[in-house]
């Protein structure tokens, strides 16, 4: 956090494995909570527009979904609850 400048180079990299997107989301996600505790305004605006963008993730949703709930990411929290809802009719 000390080095933290306004951008997240991994963001920005682009990656076409499905793991290494899995991978930044799941960055997206820790640097999301990190950023809430030592309110880092810019970082959790990142974070959360990487999360809304990106893919979403099993292992990540329920976590996530709490997240956006506690924090209020309308998008965040659809996306998750979208997420869920097209898993469970596949």
Known sequence: MIHFTGTVNEFDQQRSAAAAEEAVAMLAHRLLVVAHRYELETLKLLCRRRL???AIF???????????EQHGYRRLKAKCIDFILGTWDA
């Open 58 to 68: 099993v292992d990540m949703v329920p976590e996530t979904l709490v997240l956006a």
């Open 52 to 54: 809304e963008s990106g």
